[in-house]
């Protein structure tokens, strides 16, 4: 067994984890029609588990269709998100809510967490309610967390996540006009406690004008922060 985590970024919000045993997590499955996504990367290999953060297209857009393919033996989301889900025919969907906490492959937990955002679900030219937003502290065989935030504005309780969960890395998003900014995120960072972070939800749209190197300027007074800035299909290990 490996001692390392592999994270790889797909472009937008939506990762591929490696665990120290090998087994496969996907975040948020939007590759298909991710114009930030490597081609090469569209196509999901088997997978072991799939969590959702929110039903917003640009995070669930290819949920159902990947888990037809990949066969996760968990696919996690709040409840009533989790619900549309299975109405899709989505197998082995774990519904749950912030607080909680399940294991969704051996050795390897999530626990929902608080995301400051919206949730409604694209069905059909309507927009259905998808319950809450959230992010997840993932906790990994070899005692390492990551925190992805989701879409989220900064909030003063990301100060109890880092107390309770005390995340190794944290996954942010820095685009604006959806989610935080740069500015948002400094201050996501100084509460979260973390020196490890991935920026993500940015340069997808025009319209996510946040960038990593603006991150890094607001933040330039956090000693000992490594702001890791991927490209998508690049990886950093844990």
């Known amino acids: 067994m490996s001692d390392t985590i592999r994270i790889t970024w797909l472009g937008h919000s939506t ?3 490696q665990s120290a045993n090998g087994k496969m997590l996907l975040i948020d499955p939007w590759t298909r029609g991710n114009p ?9 290999g088997p997978l072991d588990a799939m969590l959702i953060t929110h039903g917003h297209f640009d995070h669930i857009g290819d949920a159902v269709e990947t888990a037809r ?4 033996t968990a696919v996690v989301a709040i409840y009533e998100t989790t619900a549309w889900l299975e109405r899709k025919g989505v197998e082995n969907c774990v519904g749950m809510n912030k607080g909680g906490t399940v294991e969704v492959a ?3 937990s999530a626990t929902m967490v608080y995301a400051d955002h919206s949730c409604g679900i694209l069905d059909d030219g309507q927009i259905i309610y998808g319950g809450d937003p959230c992010g997840y502290v993932i906790e990994f065989e070899n005692g390492k967390r990551v925190y992805h935030a989701g879409d989220t504005n900064v909030f003063g309780d990301m100060k109890l996540i880092g107390q309770l969960y005390r995340p190794d890395i944290a996954l942010l998003p820095i685009g604006g006009l959806y989610t935080m900014s740069s500015r948002e995120a400094a201050l996501a960072i100084k509460l979260l406690a973390v020196k490890r972070v991935i920026p993500m939800h940015h340069s997808t749209f025009p319209a996510l004008t ?5 991150l890094r300027a607001a933040t330039k007074e956090i000693r000992g ?13 844990l």
């Not at 922060?225 to 290990?237: A, F, R, V």
Request: glycine fraction near 10%.
């Open 106 to 108: 051996p050795g390897i």
């Open 15 to 17: 990762f591929r984890i």
């Open 210 to 214: 946040g960038t990593p190197e603006g």
């Open 36 to 44: 930030a996504c490597p081609d090469a990367e569209k196509q999901t």
């Open 225 to 237: 922060l490594q702001i890791i800035d991927l490209k998508p299909g690049e990886s950093t290990e």
């Open 69 to 72: 393919q990949a066969k996760p």
